[in-house]
């Protein structure tokens, strides 16, 4: 039975959020692969993250083999006591300078061969040595990071003159009905354009969010070229060497079409195409790399020279308190009824080094 929009619905709001994620997919892929997770209570949602201390670096600075200090990109990794790995060699570091981020060790430790060192040449952090009878060692403690995005209100109306509501509309029972999913699928698809391509802004009561592609920073690859799979296999493992595939994780392949295209004429053995359906009655493509086994999510929304590797269990897009999309009859407003849909989202990508971005691709 239609819906029936009268007095009585005045100022009433009804849910449209499961109507929502029930709207074309093939439009809002990633609604519909993430759907709503539970809401923020602030227009501006912050959460805390976890960082281990690095554990390797590099030289800035060559260093003949009998040298005694040792000029690296980063201190951090270190402490005195550290014991080090430069090629074959091992080293033990006994003072530290922050300032000019120089080490100073001693060479062919624990028999080791020692050898010259080169700029640029690898620096690992082994372990700390452990004294027997010695004292508890000074702590030392990484703070966590703050991360944050903004809520985005999402809102358009609908309305029908009396003449529309009037007239017999071919193949609709109920034209207000009709024209409220038409917003919906319209509000989706803004939702969907924000999550990915967002950039955060704020100006008075105005907030944008900030999108997937602005999160990832860290593992973005300009190829310049063709899409192959050796460099998405590339991408999987800097994703991999940053320790994003530690817990699992729930990664997706997102592409636009043009880089499905691309896909499809990538190694036949490299390529699996099943006949399965997932959730959402789609054909379901995977690419196997050498890190896994990744489902292709195709995503117009999307620029058409990217891909994105993103694990789903690290990305939830969450209304705020109160806020999801609701619908509110208005009533009849002279020779028209109208009535609102509203809603306010974030998105929140956790450790964003668990992600990655390929662009520039022909």
């Known amino acids: 039975m239609a819906k029936i929009y009268d007095a009585s619905m005045v100022g009433k709001k009804e849910s449209v959020v499961d109507e929502l994620l029930l709207l074309n997919p093939h439009q809002t892929p990633l609604l519909n692969m993430l759907g709503f997770a539970d809401p923020v209570t602030a227009v501006e949602h912050i959460w805390f993250e976890d960082e281990m201390f690095p554990d390797e670096t590099v030289t800035t600075a060559s260093a003949l083999i009998d040298a005694t200090s040792v000029v690296v990109a980063d201190v951090t990794p270190f402490r005195v006591g550290s014991v080090i790995k430069i090629g074959d060699e091992l080293l033990y570091v006994s003072a530290i300078d922050p300032g000019t981020k120089t080490l100073t060790v001693t060479r062919a430790y624990a028999s080791t061969t020692a050898a010259a060192v080169s700029s640029g040449a690898k620096v690992e952090f082994l372990f700390d040595e452990g004294v027997e009878g010695a004292d508890a060692r000074a702590a030392r403690y990484k703070a966590r990071v703050r991360k944050s995005n903004l809520t985005q209100i999402f809102t358009d109306s609908v309305e029908l003159s009396g003449t529309a509501k009037a007239v017999a509309q071919y193949g609709i029972s109920n034209l207000y009905e009709y024209e409220k999913q038409k917003k919906l699928l319209e509000l989706a698809l803004q939702v969907e354009k ?52 530690a817990n699992g994780g729930n990664y997706k392949i997102m592409v636009p079409a043009k880089q499905k295209v691309a896909l499809s004429a990538a190694d036949a053995n490299k390529v699996t195409l099943t006949r399965g359906e997932n959730t959402r009655g789609q054909v379901v493509d995977f690419v196997v790399t050498d890190f896994g086994q990744f489902e292709v999510a195709l995503n117009q929304n999307l620029s058409p020279d990217e891909l994105f590797l993103v694990d789903a269990n690290r990305i939830a897009i969450r209304p705020l308190v109160t806020r999801d999309f609701t619908h509110t009859y208005l009533g009849v407003k002279g020779d028209y009824e109208t009535g609102q849909i509203v809603g306010e989202y974030t998105l929140q990508l956790e450790q964003e080094k668990a992600h990655g971005r390929l662009k520039g691709l022909s």
Not at 213 to 218: A, H, K, P, S
Not at 221 to 245: E, K, M, P
Request: hydrophobic fraction near 40%.
């Open 194 to 245: 924000a999550a990915i391509n967002g950039v955060s802004y704020e100006s008075g009561q105005v907030r944008q969010m900030k999108g997937i592609r602005q999160f990832i920073t860290t593992n973005v690859t300009n190829v310049g070229g063709a899409l192959t799979l050796s460099a998405i296999n590339t991408l999987a493992q800097t994703v991999y060497d940053a320790g994003g595939f």
